[in-house]
């Protein structure tokens, strides 16, 4: 199954970046050879330090080495440069958040949301560690509206080290998303707000954001929800890089298209985030990354 789903991405991705490909496939093999360190452990993109704990699990690796989903390395670079904003909507350990960082250099700002504390205290570690940059963490989830709300959590645990499929990054809000994994869950409230009200809380001017990421494991309908004002902006559309998961045989169904449908009625244009053309509605795998301008 895994080689399978490898195999199909890298034919979507070699159609597009032939070359960017034997980079990527170079910096996969340094991470399989090379032994990683234990413990916490520090990593630099440029000249942001980046603080993450080897034992959590074995993505840890992955963000050591920078190997973390390359192939939306491009995107990042397209739409950040020096000055521009980037939100980070469900930063767990804050990856993006740091690699986002270092393209947006001091004059620019990163505002990351993870309701998580644990996880939280690595995003709020990379604030710590970087003080000439402008790194907001917010302990909190973006939703359809504010409130106390129960969200399931996978925490770290030695059993769990190898699973990919079940991971730290697989938190959720949506209901009921990781029934099929209770063993795995333990549930605590989290604060959730509105997108919208945040962007007019902090005046944060929208012409500057260069990208929102938005990955929250099956409750993106209702970040959404929360920000229709960004969607319902004029003139140049806000960059929006955001993980769709689609699985209608659940009892709370999860479909992308209408996802994709709303975007496309708010004026986007929604791609493939693998190989930049338009995204294929009727084949959508359980987990897309979709690009949408």
């Known amino acids: 199954m895994i080689a399978r789903k490898t195999a199909r991405f890298l034919l979507k991705y070699a159609s597009s970046d032939p070359l960017r490909l034997a980079d990527i496939v170079q910096r996969r093999a340094i991470e399989q050879f090379r032994t990683p360190p234990t413990g916490v ?83 709020r570690r990379l604030a710590e560690l970087n003080p000439g940059y402008r790194i907001v963490a917010n302990q909190i989830a973006c939703g359809a509206r504010p409130g106390a709300f129960t969200m399931a959590v996978v925490a770290p645990r030695a059993e769990n080290f190898d699973n990919y499929d079940t991971n730290i990054g697989s938190s959720s809000l949506a209901a009921g998303f990781l029934d099929h994994a209770s063993e795995l869950t333990e549930n605590i409230t989290v604060e959730v707000i509105a997108f919208d009200s945040y962007v007019r809380e902090r005046k944060i001017d929208l012409d500057r954001v260069g990208l929102i990421k938005i990955d929250v494991e099956g409750f993106e309908a209702e970040v959404f929800d929360g920000m229709q004002g960004v969607l319902a902006k004029s003139g140049r559309k806000v960059p929006i890089l955001c993980e769709v998961l689609t699985d209608l045989n659940r009892p709370e169904p999860l479909d992308g298209r209408r996802i994709i449908e709303r975007l496309e009625d708010c004026g986007y244009r929604c791609l493939d985030a693998t190989h930049l053309r338009p995204i294929d509605r009727d084949a959508l795998g359980f987990e897309e990354n979709i690009l949408c301008l």
């Open 41 to 123: 452990a520090t990593t630099r993109f440029n000249g942001v330090h980046y603080e993450i704990d080897m034992s959590l699990h074995r993505m840890m690796k992955k963000y050591f080495f920078h190997t973390h989903e390359m192939f939306l390395e491009r995107i990042f670079k397209r739409y950040l440069a020096p000055g521009k904003i980037f939100v980070d909507i469900g930063a767990n350990c804050g990856y993006w958040s740091a690699y986002s960082l270092s393209l947006v250099g001091q004059s620019g700002e990163v505002h990351a949301f993870e309701p998580v504390p644990q996880y939280f205290t690595f995003v």
